[in-house]
């Protein structure tokens, strides 16, 4: 039965797509993105519809029938639950700015019905993605996803940069969907059924079950441990694909190639978080041990892309390394089994981390016409190249620093209450391990410390540092720019999530979703001492900062080893070259030389070897079998041309012959006697 709700929620997922075929109906005609623009924001119109019908109510699940295996029938449909309408709501949330930023900011550009034309595609798949019933349906959205972010990411297909950078996003991402499309198979091999509420929903084949000293998973006996283990495994490994976790996160520093506003909405709440919404929509099925492997994997990742961050000097690189760490920080939030906290700083992140991109974006804007007006020889990406554009750009400054406060963890922003409620929970669950587990939290600790640096380290050498140029960028005035920016400024602060900005027991995304994981022993004197802590570091670094890149007083030297090591991103893409990608180039010139030689050289030398037997045989055919043909023809005609000169029709001839005859027998008899 087709209810308000799935109407409004098919509306949100049609409507980009409708988008879609509208700009590549209209072509270059569809270049002002007004189609893309409506499409997105009626869909923000329904899925927030959605939301107001669904959240904190019973799910609401309609299928069809799709097609039949054997005597399995598969449906496809829509799930609406709390997880489901949220991120329906976030996507759009966070599309809609982005698209009316992308009107100014994209408009110069050639062949701008094609970016409408993707962005809508790829808004209309990650919408199809977060209300799929059934893992098949998801994966094939999730598999449009990356196609359609592909796209994106090579938009600008003249740059020989940006055509390997989607290259290698989407080659990256096959490994992760690899392992993804081998979980769903192990789970329909042991269950029968790839629908997430008769697996995961609270009457499904998999149980959630609170222990009485830690969250212990368990699922029905149909399937042995071991091949969970090994499901969730290869889950995960579709999760790290997607969202860029060590060691697959190479792929998305290089996405910077496209456009900023791709950019910010690949980086925000769409592709790279699909990832950890995946996880958190199959929670039940991961183990002790892979929970234990989604932390340590999302421990490392945070703590060597903050790393890398701290000396990167395009603009858009050091905000790519931001995101991985902070996907990192949520990938540790499900593996200590609070996905729901995990899920809370995926949508504060969504909203300042989407801004950074947006701010960046209207810097480098600026810096570009800066560099064409005065003739300059500057990377407009370099944050060396930048300073003093405080008071130049002052609506772009000021929602920067928001979202920058906001990633830092700073008190009254959003990302305090999601990053310090994902600390304190990391240290409840490492009180209750044991072995180098308990280290999680400690690392998360310091990685904060790392993000508060690298992120004031940007802003210092964009705003405050003198200026390396010595002249005056202007800030890009149309509306369509800072509206978008000052809305999700707006969203960073902590009003949108409750009204006590220090506690975050408070908020009620988390109330809801809480009840739906297995709880932690709450140790009450770390809600207090954790974020205290973490606000008093936040300030030291900034006042660090402030002495090494505004007052000038650096004093370390930038050619050490960590230095080099942390700039160039940890020698992983030489490393990946040198191992995967050299060697799979000298195997394919390998296997060419054996294709031209070797297979090519049997399939030429069998080919000579019939054409030289042909030949013979048809020079047998020729002049042996034709020659007797033609031979017994000739004798034919001989014996046929003899009899029919007998045949004269005169009398005095045929007595002749008879005469001939009887002379011949009467000779035979004569001498046969004597």
Known sequence: MLTYPILAACSAVLLPFIGFLLSAALGRRAGNGAASVTTIALSLLAAGYTFAQVWNHEPIQVQWHWFTVGQQAFHVGFLLDNISVLMLLLVCLVALPVHIYSVSYMKDEPNIHRYWMYLSLFCAAMLGLVVADNLLLMYIYWELVGFASYLLIGFWHTRETAVQANKKAFIVN????????????????GFGTLDI??????????????GADTPAIVASSRVPAGWLTVAGLAIFLGAMAKSAQFPLHV???????????VSSLIHAATMVAAGVFLLARVFPVFDATVLQVIATTGTVTAFIAGYFAVTQHDIKKILAFSTVSQLGFMMVGVG???????????????????????????????????????????DPQDIRQMGGLRKQMPVTFVTMLIASLALAGFPLTAGYLSKDALLVHAFEWSSLQHGAVKVIPFILLFVSVLTSFYIFRLLAKVFFAPSATGVKPHEKTSPWMLFPMIFLAVCSLFPLFTLHPLNDGHVWLLAQLAQETPALPPLRSLHILIPTLATVVTVAVASLVWRWYVLGRYPLKRKGLLYRLSERQGYINECYDAVIVQPLLRLSLVLRWLDRHVVDGLINGFAAAGRSLAVVVAKIDQHLVDGLVRLAGQLAWGVGNVLRRTQTGRIQHYLALVFFVVLVILLYHIFAQA
């Open 197 to 210: 509420q008769s697996l995961f929903g609270s009457q499904g084949l998999f149980t959630i079950l609170n």
């Open 251 to 261: 792929w998305l520093p290089d996405a910077m190639e496209g456009p900023t506003s």
């Open 336 to 378: 200590i089994g609070m996905y729901h906290v995990a899920l809370f700083h995926l949508v504060t992140h969504a909203f300042f981390k989407c801004l950074l991109f947006l701010t960046a974006g209207s810097v480098i804007h600026a810096m570009q016409h800066t560099k064409e007006k005065h003739g300059l020889d500057i």
């Open 174 to 189: 096959r490994i992760g969907d690899i392992g993804l499309l081998i979980g769903i198979a192990i789970l329909y091999s």
